[in-house]
């Protein structure tokens, strides 16, 4: 079945360490995001790709990084600049326009 | 700025009663909108979602959304709230001007009594 595959679940980390969290999708969808989830906050859009090889930043994209060298995979790297990384991540995918949002099931990081 | 508000963070409502979840936007042209649900360790589910055309829709679980272009609104309505219904709900827009990414607001966490 196509989906979204965020792996892993949960992670740990020590402060001051980065972390690539991952995101593959068979969906054949070409664009993929991702979100933080905080309490209260809602999901916040964190980075975007819209086509391979290529994103933008969202509203809070400081202390995160991206890459898309393929349509299927957008990991997302948590660095040592991220303040509070500690969080939930979703990634999401879309097909063409507005359509079929895809939703990953989503890692929790942990940093102590 | 642009923005969407869910100005309610937490509604209690007796199980069998009615529900109204608001939903304002502030985008100049009229946004795709959507609603989800979360449950508590689950992931997003959709429940409904409006492009264009009738302005009443329905979606799953017996919920439905009306879009109010002159209010900048898309309230999610259900007539008869289940227990199973807690969970937070957050409303969704793509500003269709440029991109595709889903901008959420900071959802409403609703408590079903008995």
């Known amino acids: 079945d196509g989906g979204i595959t965020q792996s892993p679940k949960y992670l740990f980390r020590k402060e001051g360490q980065n972390v690539t969290l991952s995101c593959e999708q068979n969906l054949n969808h070409d664009a993929m995001y991702w979100y933080r989830q905080d309490p209260g906050q809602g999901l916040r859009l964190i980075y975007y790709?819209?086509?391979?090889?290529?994103?933008q930043k969202g509203d809070i994209a400081e202390g995160y990084s991206v890459s898309r060298e393929k349509k299927e995979s957008f990991p997302l790297t948590v660095t040592s600049a991220q303040k509070n990384p500690t969080a939930f991540y979703l990634c999401?995918?879309?097909?063409?326009?507005?359509?079929?949002?895809?939703f990953g099931s989503g890692t929790r990081l942990t940093v102590v | 700025a642009q923005s969407v508000t869910q100005p309610d963070i937490h509604i209690t409502v007796s199980e069998g009663a009615s529900l109204e979840l608001r939903c304002n936007y502030s985008?100049?042209?009229?946004?795709?909108l959507f609603w989800y649900v979360q449950s508590p360790g689950q992931g997003l589910q959709l429940l409904l979602k409006?492009?264009?055309?009738?302005?009443l829709v329905q979606g799953i679980k017996g919920f439905e959304a009306e879009f109010k272009r002159s209010q900048s609104s898309f309230n999610l309505r259900k007539p008869s709230v289940h227990w199973s219904d807690a969970a937070e709900y957050f409303c969704a827009v793509v500003p269709n001007q440029a991109g595709t990414a889903l901008i959420f607001g900071k959802g409403t966490t609703l408590s079903v009594s008995s």
């Open positions: 985008y100049g042209a009229t946004p795709y």
């Open positions: 999401a995918s879309s097909g063409t326009g507005a359509y079929g949002y895809t």
């Open positions: 409006y492009f264009s055309g009738d302005t």
């Open positions: 790709s819209q086509i391979v090889n290529d994103f």
